[in-house]
């Protein structure tokens, strides 16, 4: 049956394992486009989800034809995916627009170069053809994020009688940055989402860079939805057992001791490198804290195809066990790092944490940083970059940061130890405010609305 509401997006609700004995098993993907289209979409049960198959597992899933109903996973060519994927949307866009380059070395735009966006172009077409197939007459397709910015342009032209949106998770590149991309494929880029009626960021940083790199005067396509959490869905999930047992599990193992809880991706842009020398610059300007305070940071392995992943994820684990082998004292480790994507772990982290440490290069929103004082039983003080989408709501009540200056991060750290509890919990209450003004639910709905 042909669908009047669909997403396309890179990464669907579940992604497949393959087990030695042929059984699959799904599980939740990470990062902050699979937590908030996963809530919108519980109360759109219409709603069609297209998505790639990520991996072997995820394509024999579609072979067997077990996916989930609501969603509808594409068998896309693996070495075109990895081309897409890898060589275009997570080596050259997200570098370009989170300005993560090493600019001596990159980005190098070459026949190589040339031969990936040939992929990322045949790619983003197998979800233009997909999504025109599944759509009824005159739906509303929402598409997401720079995995797929050429397909708004290539459904239009396949059905011009569809309203298409276009959601960017990720901040927008700076002129400078975007400016490195080849003009035609910057071009391509920017004409590709504007195939949409509506093209959304989470903040008016994000979405006025766009309308600089799209030379547009005219505000009335573009939107600004900063996505929330859900406080009544996230508290229930924070409740169940499995949270309880692991947060005994925690507490026994830190005692009473404060924490500075991270959760991340072990993703270039979260400066996890910076939030360690942070830390450590805590233990040694201010003594004090030592064997008073545990860093948990959760550092869950992503994008492991990349030897730029690859290497940062070796670096943070090496420097974690550096700072526990300068500092640590018969019953105390500094810093305890957990490289497992656990939400029930996450979740105790964050009902225990009295300090959260968001300190991003650059993020287009963070949802960490709504999802803890959402959570926190006694309160928590937010260490916020400046740097990180969240930041244009939390500013007032986080304790905001240049993500690039150790000193000041560990300063902040300091802080956020030493803020009175009162105070504390005070600031969560309207940090938990205003990360909920916009519980995913409404934001999808305002952008289907916004195509009506
Ligand atoms: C960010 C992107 C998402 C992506 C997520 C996880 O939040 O905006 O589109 O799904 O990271 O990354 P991955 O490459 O594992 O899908």
Redesign the pocket.
């Known amino acids: 049956m042909a669908s009047q509401v669909l997403v396309a997006?890179?990464?669907g609700p579940l992604s497949y394992a393959l087990a030695a004995d042929g059984t699959l098993s799904a599980r939740r993907?990470?990062?902050?486009?699979?937590s908030g289209l996963s809530a919108a979409l519980s109360e759109q049960p219409e709603a069609l989800w297209v998505c790639a198959a990520l991996s072997d597992a995820d394509r024999e899933a579609v072979r067997r034809d077990v996916s989930e109903p609501g969603v509808r996973m594409l068998d896309i060519d693996p070495t075109m995916y990895d081309d897409a994927y890898n060589g275009i949307a997570?080596s050259v866009l997200w570098f370009t627009h989170h300005h993560l380059y090493d600019v001596p070395r990159e980005p190098v735009f070459d026949a190589e170069f040339r031969r990936r966006w040939g992929g990322y172009v045949a790619y983003n077409e197998a979800f233009a053809r997909a999504l025109a197939e599944e759509a009824a007459e005159g739906a509303r397709v929402l598409v997401?994020?720079y995995?797929l910015a050429l397909v708004p342009g290539q459904l239009r032209e396949l059905r011009p009688d569809l309203r298409i949106g276009h959601f960017t998770?990720?901040p927008w590149a700076s002129r400078e940055f975007l400016d490195m991309l080849p003009a035609d494929v910057r071009e391509q880029l920017v004409r590709g989402m504007l195939g949409a009626d509506v093209v959304g960021f989470h903040t008016r940083a994000w979405a006025d860079a766009f309308m600089g790199a799209a030379h547009l005067d005219d505000e009335r396509r573009v939107a600004v939805y900063p996505l929330g959490v859900d406080a009544d869905e996230l508290r229930a999930l924070a409740r169940r057992p499995e949270v309880d047992a692991k947060l005994a599990e925690l507490r026994a193992e830190i005692g009473d001791r404060r924490t500075i809880a991270r959760v991340d991706?072990t993703e270039l842009s979260k400066n996890i490198l910076r939030g360690l020398l942070a830390y450590r610059e805590l233990l040694t300007v201010h003594p004090e804290w030592r064997g008073r305070v545990v860093h948990l940071a959760s550092a869950y392995p992503?994008?492991q195809d990349l030897k730029v992943y690859r290497d940062y994820t070796a670096a943070v684990s090496e420097l974690a066990a550096q700072i526990n082998a300068e500092f640590a004292a018969e019953d105390w480790q500094p810093v305890l790092v957990s490289v497992k994507d656990d939400f029930a772990r996450s979740l105790a982290v964050y009902r225990m944490a009295d300090v959260a440490l968001v300190n991003p290069v650059r993020d287009?929103m963070n949802l960490v940083a709504k999802e803890i004082p959402v959570v926190s039983e006694a309160g928590c003080a937010v260490v916020l970059s400046t740097g990180a989408g969240a930041y244009e709501e939390l500013r007032r009540d986080a304790l905001t940061v240049n993500p690039y200056d150790v000193s000041a991060t560990a300063e902040a750290l300091h802080a956020a130890l030493s803020m009175p509890d009162a105070e504390r919990a005070d600031r969560t209450k309207r940090l938990a405010a205003a990360a909920t003004a916009l519980p995913p639910a409404q934001w999808f709905k305002a952008q289907l609305s916004a195509l009506a």
Do not use: E, I
């Open positions: 997006a890179n990464r993907g990470g990062g902050g486009l699979v997570n997401q994020d995995h998770h990720t991706r992503s994008r287009g």
